[in-house]
């Protein structure tokens, strides 16, 4: 037997790392469900929590449907009409196509400001449906937008639905924004189901790209000199992100494949091309790991005398989370009294991570992202496991307890200047409004 026979050998046993990990987690008390600002009063939370559970069946069964009827980024009209037909029965004028997106909806209730928006994605996977369980996300922001705007009268202020498509790739919240829809909105509410409930988990910045090398044909044995090798140019490039992994930030993340390799090993390839994504937690790291990247291909390219054509974003940048953390504490207080045991950050690692189109939301509004745990732990999102739980009792109850939280958090924001004037201290301290189509234009 050679030795790759014996391979891909499966990964070490980690069952001991997680174990340590899992019961750090399950003896953790979760966090102390009080912040320094008083919210809402106690009958207008009652008055959402009533509401929400006279929509729950339905709200459930708009979980359900939407679950059943999986579509991909920019292709959601079905979800799109479901959220558009479920809110005009229970009384509210949609704006289905909304922001000049066929698949984007927008809703509002009640007039002026302050004024909260939720916001509602339904995209799903390739093959695994809603493996990433946005039919949940959807209806809690339905429902959560439902059970909020019955209390504007007490409250006053708006509330905004926005049906948000295309987070699987596409960058459905950059269109929105760059349509001018978050311009007059003053906070965002959204949550992702998870497999533990947190307030608060860092998701990093990501930018694609694509390099394309061009050098010169030849025969590769008898007049090899005459060529140019296109495909060197993009080996060196692959070799030197590599390289350049060692001196990057740990929460970085660079990764890649071939995307040309030329045709036939007797021809000098004229043509290579590889593809990365670029991920760094701020705004700054990303845009400086962007520039090494960017300057490994220059130097491949003139390694192997070629040509190089350097493609940023051909979707849409997605910008790092920031977290907004008095609002992440309201919502903590609300889901803590539904029964749940939110976690603050960090003790799920910071490093389980990914990236979400709400980041670029979160540099120019006041947001959250909260997790909602639907499944057991390490349960990972994106697997037909996860997509299972996303329609079980667990996804359902989530529904439920996750509109109730964010309803509980947006009529916080309505009720106390105390609280939005945390909420713009915290988000002036994160660095305020990113010009993100400055940046990335
Ligand atoms: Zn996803
Ligand atoms: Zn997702």
């Not at 459930?60 to 558009?84: K, M, N, R, W």
């Not at 007049?223 to 993009?234: E, K, T, Y």
């Not at 520039?291 to 849409?316: K, L, M, N, Y």
Request: glycine letters at 10%.
């Amino acid at each position: 037997m050679t030795i790759s026979e014996e391979h891909p050998a499966p990964p070490p046993d980690y069952s001991q790392m997680f174990e340590r990990l899992i019961g750090e987690i399950e003896r953790h008390p979760g966090v102390e469900a009080d912040s320094e600002v008083r919210g809402a009063e106690q009958a207008v939370l009652d008055g959402a929590g009533q509401a929400v559970e006279r929509h729950a069946d339905a709200l459930v069964d708009l979980s359900h449907d939407i679950h059943d009827h999986p579509e991909l980024a920019y292709e959601e009209t079905y979800a799109a009409d479901a959220v558009s037909t479920f809110l005009t029965e229970r009384g509210h004028e949609t704006t289905p196509g909304a922001y000049g997106l066929d698949t984007a909806v927008h809703v509002r209730a009640g007039e002026g400001h302050p004024r909260v928006a939720f916001l509602a994605e339904y995209d799903a996977l390739p093959g695994i449906g809603h493996a990433c369980g946005h039919n949940v996300i959807c209806t809690t922001a339905v429902g959560g937008f439902l059970a909020a705007a019955t209390q504007l009268g007490t409250t006053g202020g708006s509330v905004e639905l926005i049906g948000t498509p295309a987070e699987e790739g596409g960058g459905g919240k950059e269109a929105i924004a760059r349509a001018g829809g978050f311009d007059d909105v003053d906070a965002v509410v959204m949550l992702h189901p998870f497999f533990a409930d947190v307030a608060e988990h860092p998701f990093i910045g990501v930018r694609t790209v694509v390099a394309t090398f061009t050098g010169i044909n030849a025969h590769a044995a008898a007049l090899p000199f005459l060529g140019r090798n296109a495909l060197d140019a993009a080996v060196q490039a692959y070799t030197g992100i590599a390289q350049l992994r060692q001196h990057m930030l740990p929460t970085d993340r660079v990764h890649g494949v071939f995307t040309d390799g030329g045709a036939k090993p007797n021809i000098v390839p004229d043509r290579a091309e590889v593809e990365f994504y670029v991920r760094s937690a701020e705004p700054a790291t990303l845009q400086e790991l962007c520039t090494r990247v960017d300057a490994i291909f220059q130097g491949a390219a003139i390694q192997a005398g070629c040509s190089v054509e350097v493609t940023w974003d051909r979707t849409p940048v997605y910008m790092p989370t920031r977290l907004n953390g008095p609002l992440s504490q309201r919502y903590a207080v609300h889901a803590t009294a539904r029964g749940r045991r939110v976690l603050p950050g960090g003790v799920i690692p910071e490093a389980l991570t990914g990236s979400t189109d709400l980041g670029n939301v979160s540099v120019r509004v006041p947001s959250i992202h909260a997790l909602l745990d639907i499944a057991p732990f390490g349960v990972s999102l994106h697997t037909p496991e996860f997509a299972a739980f996303a329609r079980s009792e667990t996804g359902d109850a989530g529904v439920t307890d996750g509109a109730y939280a964010l309803a509980g958090t947006a009529l916080d924001y309505l009720s106390d200047a105390d609280l939005r004037a945390a909420v713009d201290e915290d988000f002036a301290a994160g660095g305020g409004v990113v010009d993100v189509e400055a940046l990335y234009p």
